[in-house]
């Protein structure tokens, strides 16, 4: 019969030594974690989106205000009014301003979109502003992460399904399980080792997207002119199918500027040789061109659609600076212009309320005909003086407007 085995003493300590090393390790880890480095706060209960509205407000007061400087435009998703302040995303009864609740990390935003019911927060490392995370925002709870390299400044837009993050030398669109569909610049981690990598060494001036397509100017070495590159979602995320347009004479400094994509066609303003918004399709065919009355003073060569173009229902709509073009969104057809009218001047594009555009002005909210463009009315609102635009958006019968670094809800 085969003796029993004994731990000896030696066998102990190996052993302690052996949990000792794993919960030091343990430690490591969590102390170095995001886990560590997030406070989440959820709601007691989830929100619910509010129920459109069948008629605008005959008046309008202010109900609350909340500093959000990393949003441009105001954020609803899931019920909540979204704000980005500081290192926390807040997800905001649209009615009181209450806070329902937190999201925060132990570093500053980078800035703040959304996508379905989600909140979209992207914040910096190392890396640049690639950690991402999604928020429900119905109760905030934490969706999706991702996390990977990006420039140390990204512009955020979205169409509602996927989130365009641009930067000056390299642009991804993500879905909304936060996996890269698409792409572009100095991308990392090539799948083709052989690839030199498209787009590499150009400066990414301007860009907007739609689910099926990203269009973007930039300025490459070596050319004076710069390009209006297309750009569609392939099998290699980092290798999509593109269509490099030419634009002869149109110089880095131009002002020139990507509006909006839809589907697969871009809207893209070109201040030569006068000002125009051109609408091209996937081929670079010219589908139409539109003349500008001059060239708008908003038009500074940012990246994406920074809060001076939006969607309203079936429109997409462009604040200029001193007027607002409105354009089919299916197509992006021209449709008419709200242009300044004696003191009532547009500060900013339009949202859509009970079939009607809403375009704030001067010392009040123009309530216009979607259809035609005519004013019916305007809702008195008093507002501090801005020197960038009114950026409006509606959550049930509330109307919000990002005013430079604040979010302000009327009703």
């Known amino acids: 019969m085969v003796a029993p085995e004994r731990r000896t003493r030696g066998d ?4 302690l030594a052996i ?13 170095t974690s995001d886990a560590r480095a997030t406070i989440s706060r959820p709601a007691a209960d989830r929100s619910t989106s509010a129920v459109a509205a069948t008629a605008v407000p005959a008046t309008l007061k202010q109900l609350w205000t909340a500093a959000s400087p990393y949003t441009t435009a105001p954020v609803v998703a899931g019920g909540a009014v979204v704000t980005g302040n500081g290192n926390t995303v807040a997800g905001l009864d649209p009615t009181t301003g209450a806070t329902r609740w937190t999201f925060a990390r132990d570093r500053e935003l980078c800035g703040v979109s959304y996508l379905y019911f989600y909140a979209v927060a992207v914040y910096p490392d190392g890396r640049g502003c690639g950690q991402v995370s999604t928020i429900d925002a119905t109760d905030g709870t934490r969706g999706p992460t991702r996390s990977g390299y990006a420039d140390k400044h990204v512009e955020l837009s979205s169409d509602g399904t996927t989130v ?10 993500w879905r909304s399980d936060m996996v890269r569909v698409l792409g572009y610049g100095e991308v990392d981690a090539r799948v083709l080792p052989v690839s030199t990598g498209l787009g590499k060494g150009c400066t990414l001036l301007s860009a907007a997207a739609s ?6 100017i930039q300025s490459c070495p070596g050319e004076q002119n710069v390009r209006l590159t297309l750009l569609l979602p392939a099998d290699q995320d980092d290798q999509p199918k593109l269509k490099d347009i030419p634009q002869e004479g149109i110089t880095a400094a131009s002002g020139a500027r990507v509006l909006a994509v839809s589907d697969t066609t871009t809207a893209v303003y070109l201040p030569l040789p006068s000002p125009r918004v051109s609408v091209v399709d996937d081929t670079g065919t010219e589908l139409s061109s539109t003349p500008v009355p001059e060239a708008p003073s908003a038009a500074d060569g940012r990246l994406g659609p920074a809060g001076d173009v939006t969607r309203a229902g079936d429109f ?17 057809s021209y ?3 709200v242009a300044a009218d004696g003191p ?9 309320m009970a079939k009607k555009l809403l375009i704030p002005v001067t010392n009040g909210l123009g309530v216009y005909n979607a259809e035609t463009g ?23 019968p509330i109307v919000l407007e990002q005013r430079g670094r604040n979010v302000v809800a009327l009703g």
């Open 211 to 216: 689910t099926a397509a990203v269009s973007v």
């Open 344 to 352: 009532v001047v547009p500060l900013g594009p339009a949202t859509m």
């Open 335 to 337: 449709r008419y212009t």
């Open 316 to 332: 997409f709509t462009w604040w200029t600076g001193d007027r607002v073009m409105v354009f089919d969104a299916d197509h992006l």
């Open 19 to 31: 949990a000792i090393v794993v919960a030091l390790a343990a430690g490591i880890i969590w102390w």
């Open 164 to 173: 365009l993050a641009a930067g000056s030398t390299r642009l991804e669109l």
């Open 12 to 15: 102990i300590v190996a052993a």
């Open 374 to 396: 005519a004013r019916e009315r305007i809702i008195a609102v008093q507002r501090p003086p801005a020197d960038t635009a009114i950026v409006p958006a509606v959550s049930g």
